[in-house]
Each structure stands twice: as structure tokens, then as C-alpha cells.
């Protein structure tokens, strides 16, 4: 980020040659490992687009001696109570959604203007982290097995670096090969916190602002995905001139098929039947939305959201 790199990945695509690499914690993950460090995964939902098999990966990775693995899927509901309170405490204010590392560091880097209009809520990944160190007191270290390779600077920059390594799952596929493993032999494992399935808003609904807009009914909406969201920014920064022109909350993704499609999968755009899969597996109801009131309920009572707050 301070050559003004924001990982985007497009140049790795763009070069004939395949010259252009992409720096990531995948060999110092297996080597810590091996070594016999303490390290738990929390584990992006694109895996399973991008492995036959992903139980029997994490089934692999346990075995390596991985201690804990978390579906961040799950604790993304964290990000959704955070962002909903947000939004209900300052309406009209337009922000645009900050999951995407890649995004955000864009606005950070070269439309510093706008800095104030990233929504001021961690990601997914580093609410999973937080809530695993300061609520259920996990010491080890952590890494994710991620799609994007513009993690690592937000793992870096935002958060509190709770989490160690961006192991991407290009990377690891590339190992998995050059060492012959037959994941098909391994045993089949599930998240350590499975009871918890997909959890209850992103999970369920399959997006950011499908899992918000309930919430907000009177919310304006934006989603846009892919090269174009750069220019797309530009042109929203010119916009902020004129007051009562923003959506609410704009989601703003690097990627054409955000996160599944990220550029530290290494095969390009995922297919993604697997993620399909599980959110059909779900059936969209009101029940699901008073669970969600609940829980957000719960969250009031338990968690403090001040430790959920992205300073951009
Ligand atoms: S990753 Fe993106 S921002 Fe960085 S050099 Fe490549 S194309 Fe440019
Ligand atoms: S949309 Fe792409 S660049 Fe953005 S967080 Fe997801 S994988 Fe990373």
C-alpha cells in the first residue's frame, strides 16, 4: 500500500508471461505448522467453491495440526449488528461498505476524501478474530484461508493485527500438488464451530446488503462489482457535493464474483457450486428475521461494539 499497490490482482492477469506474483503467509503458515506453533484457521466461505472437498481439506489441515478451525461466515452476523447500528444512528450519512480489502484501500490510498465515508465496521474476517481473542479467549495464533490476496495489508492496517497469516487458497493448492496430496484419503472434518451452521444473516442471505436492508427499510441500496467499481468511486466522490444524492450504504467489491472469484484463488472466476448449494439449503423466512432481532438483542446485551469499530 505505500507504493500505492492496493492488491487488486489485475496485473497478475494482465501479464503474457505470468510474471507477476503475489506476496502471501501460505509457506510460513506450513512451516510454523510444522514446527509446531499453536495457530487455529478461520476459513473464508469461498473454499468451498474452489475444493471438491473442502471437509476434506480442513480434514487435512487438522491433521497438519491446525488447532481450531472457524467459519467466518458465521460471526459475519457480528458485522451485520455493527453496520445496522451504525446506519440507524447516523441515516442519510452515505457510506460504502468496507469488507473489500482491496476497495478500501483504494479509498485510502488515492481518494483520501472519501476515507470518512468507508463504514467505520471491521470486516467479517476481523470481527471473527476479535470476537475469538477477546470473547472466547483463544491465545493461539491465527490465520485465514482466504481468496484475496489484499487481506494481508488489512490484516496489517485495520484490526489490531490479531490475525498472523493470509493463507491464500491458490497458494495452498499449489502445495497440496507440488506435494501429492490426495485429499480424498483424508478424513472428512467440520468447523470446530459447526453448531453455529452459516449463522443467520450473511450466511442466510447470501449478501451484505440483503442481510442489512431489513433492517433499514427505508434505505437506499447500491451494489457495484468488478473493474468498473474504481471509476465508479471517482465519480461517487464528485457526487458528495451534492447533499442527498447517496445511497445509504454503496457495496463496493474489487471482484466480478466477490469473494468467490478473489485473485488469491489462482483459477480465476470460481463456478461456486458449493456456496450455491448451501444457500438454497436455507429456507428464507420470518422466523429467520425474529431469530436475527433476537440475536442482535443478544449482541446488545453481551458485546461491546466499540471493539468492532475500523478507524480508516
Ligand atoms: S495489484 Fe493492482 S494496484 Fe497493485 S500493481 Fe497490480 S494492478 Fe496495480
Ligand atoms: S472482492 Fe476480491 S479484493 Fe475484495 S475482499 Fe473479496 S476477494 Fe478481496
Known amino acids: 500500500m505505500q507504493n500505492g499497490c492496493i492488491c487488486c490482482g489485475r496485473c497478475q492477469s494482465a501479464c503474457p508471461r505470468r510474471a507477476i506474483s503475489y506476496q502471501d503467509d501460505t509457506a510460513?503458515?506450513?512451516?510454523?505448522?510444522?514446527?509446531?506453533?499453536?495457530?487455529?484457521?478461520?476459513?473464508?466461505?469461498?473454499?468451498?467453491?474452489?475444493?471438491?472437498?473442502?471437509a476434506k481439506l480442513l480434514g487435512y489441515l487438522k491433521q497438519a495440526g491446525v488447532r481450531s478451525i472457524y467459519n467466518v461466515l458465521m460471526y459475519a452476523d457480528i458485522a451485520i449488528w455493527a453496520y445496522v447500528e451504525v446506519l440507524r444512528q447516523r441515516p442519510n450519512s452515505g457510506f460504502i461498505a468496507s469488507p473489500c480489502a482491496a476497495v478500501s484501500s483504494f479509498v485510502q490510498c488515492h481518494l483520501p476524501r472519501l476515507r470518512q465515508r468507508l463504514m467505520p465496521v471491521l470486516s467479517p474476517l476481523q470481527c471473527t478474530a476479535i470476537f475469538l481473542r477477546k470473547y472466547k479467549k483463544t491465545e493461539e495464533k491465527l490465520a485465514f484461508l482466504s481468496p484475496c490476496i489484499a487481506k494481508r495489508a488489512e490484516m496489517r492496517t485495520v484490526g489490531g493485527s490479531v490475525i498472523s497469516y493470509n493463507v491464500t487458497i491458490g497458494r495452498l493448492k499449489q502445495y497440496l500438488s507440488e506435494q501429492d496430496v490426495d485429499l480424498d484419503g483424508c478424513r472428512a472434518f467440520d468447523f470446530d464451530d459447526a453448531a453455529g451452521?452459516?449463522?443467520?444473516?450473511?450466511?442466510f442471505y447470501g449478501g451484505l446488503?440483503?442481510?442489512?436492508?431489513?433492517?433499514?427499510?427505508?434505505?437506499?441500496?447500491?451494489?457495484?462489482s468488478g473493474p468498473g467499481v474504481y471509476k465508479y468511486l471517482?465519480?461517487?466522490?464528485?457526487?458528495?457535493?451534492?447533499?442527498?444524492?447517496?445511497?445509504?450504504?454503496?457495496?463496493?467489491?474489487?471482484?466480478?464474483n466477490p469473494c468467490d472469484g478473489g485473485p488469491g484463488t489462482g483459477l480465476g472466476p470460481a463456478t461456486s457450486p458449493s456456496r450455491k448449494r448451501f444457500d438454497a439449503a436455507i429456507p428464507k423466512s420470518a422466523e429467520n428475521h425474529r431469530e436475527v432481532l433476537e440475536m442482535f438483542r443478544r449482541f446488545d446485551r453481551e458485546l461491546d461494539p466499540a471493539d468492532f469499530v475500523a478507524s480508516y
Do not use: Q, W
Not at 503458515?29 to 473442502?54: K, M, Q, Y
Not at 440483503?210 to 427505508?218: G, N
Not at 471517482?234 to 466480478?256: H, S
Open 28 to 54: 510460513l503458515f506450513l512451516e510454523d505448522l510444522s514446527r509446531g506453533t499453536a495457530i487455529s484457521l478461520l476459513v473464508a466461505p469461498a473454499v468451498h467453491s474452489h475444493f471438491i472437498s473442502s
Open 209 to 224: 446488503r440483503e442481510s442489512v436492508s431489513p433492517h433499514i427499510p427505508t434505505g437506499r441500496f447500491e451494489k457495484i
Open 234 to 256: 471517482i465519480d461517487y466522490m464528485a457526487t458528495t457535493r451534492r447533499i442527498g444524492t447517496l445511497p445509504d450504504l454503496v457495496e463496493a467489491y474489487n471482484c466480478v
Open 197 to 203: 451452521g452459516n449463522g443467520k444473516t450473511l450466511g
